[in-house]
């Protein structure tokens, strides 16, 4: 890591709520149109000389497009039509209690990045087809350096979990549960494109509360969090 | 749909062998590193005077991509690449024996196709987008000619069902359980490319067999009936 200086980094984000405070703070531009007729968003800018994106899933009906077939096809477009040095996957997740989450903490993936909602055989290499095991950038010294934590993403299509689902998160040391990571870091395997997430916590999916209320009520909190590691990523890399 | 004259017609599979008897059929020839360097796989020729293009979604470590994200990731390269006039989503799937379904059965999708395992929210349109309610093109007309079913596609990333998953099949009035429909349904819709599934039965999600080992013992019928249903869809579309 230490000889890893990214020119062009690219924020990959689901949620508006989620991007707008680093937008704001790089003032970014939106490029008008650069992915239609599809619905992922760009903006870009720079600072100190290097190249920012802050790309979006985009919006149907007023929403934004969460989960893992848009996460999909905006990390395809974004490695083929902006071709990043890196990817940061920055949003909210779920944690756990147990692992000594609390809610605003902000993380770093650590390898490997799992699905928990894909369970398409168990012998032969399809357990492993389904649950991924996708690389992630060694971000354990950034980490240190910026005072986060470090864990391993889980990711799955559901704000909530089935009882398949946690079995999978259990087996495999999910730690940080999100909707999106699995999927970037599958199409950025494909690519060899370099890939950080940076999450923040917004609900605890054993702390008793209903997720999606918990999740609203800490996502402005969360992203602003989000915003301010983003910050010091940037600067990490500046030095 | 009487004047529908698709002259650029695409085969999207999941698996080679849903996909091999039709490739031989009409000579199919493989254009090599088409998508390079993503795993999808291009075979073309044409029949007719109509061009015809099959497409896998590829392999890693051996095995077939199955599942959404790379029924996504395939649907965009495929539209942006080839821009066909009409895609035909053609490959396996599960069906419940209380709809009268049987193995082998050959049915041809009605709108809407959903997803069944994409739990967002409940109100305020999540569970809409959750969901998803894609077209697909009007093929009760087709199916009456040729003979065969219609139904509606629902779509998971997993071989088997939770019981969430299930709730969101019989609320929706799921008759085809695939892994990839929706997924392509998504992406063609963005583009507005005209999209038809034809799926052959290879296991009853209620017959009280294991999934994997039906969907096994079944896979040469079903893909064979494929097959033969997609040169009877490209006989209809000569006429």
Redesign the interface.
């Known amino acids: 890591m230490n000889n890893f200086n990214p020119q062009r980094i690219c924020f990959m984000f689901a949620m508006h709520a989620e991007a707008a405070p680093l937008i704001e703070k790089y003032s970014l531009e939106e490029v008008a149109d650069f992915f239609a007729?599809?619905?992922p968003k760009l903006f870009k800018g720079s600072h100190n000389g290097k190249e920012i994106f802050a790309v979006l899933n985009g919006q149907?009906?007023?929403?934004d497009?969460?989960?893992?077939?848009p996460a999909?096809?905006t990390t395809?477009?974004v490695i083929s039509k902006i071709n990043p040095d890196l990817i940061v996957n920055a949003g909210t997740c779920g944690a756990f209690k147990a692992n000594g989450s609390e809610i605003g903490d902000v993380y770093l993936s650590k390898a490997p990045i799992n699905?928990h909602?894909?369970?398409?055989?168990d012998s032969?290499?399809?357990y492993?087809?389904?649950v991924g095991f996708y690389p992630c950038i060694d971000a354990t010294e950034i980490a240190k350096d910026l005072g986060f934590k470090t864990g391993h993403c889980t990711t799955g299509?559901?704000?909530?979990m089935?009882?398949?689902?946690l079995a999978l998160i259990k087996k495999n040391g999910g730690e940080l549960k999100d909707?999106e990571a699995a999927?970037i870091a599958?199409?950025a395997s494909?690519?060899n494109t370099p890939l950080m997430c940076v999450k923040s916590v917004t609900d605890l999916c054993d702390g008793g509360r209903a997720t999606?209320e918990e999740f609203h009520e800490n996502l402005s909190l969360a992203s602003n969090n989000v915003k301010d590691a983003c910050i010091k990523i940037m600067d990490y890399f500046l030095k």
């Open positions: 007729p599809l619905p149907q009906n007023g929403l497009l969460v989960g893992c077939e999909t096809l395809q477009l699905f909602d894909r369970r398409v055989g032969g290499g399809w492993e087809m389904g299509s559901s704000l909530d089935a009882d398949e689902d909707m999927a599958w199409v494909l690519y999606e």
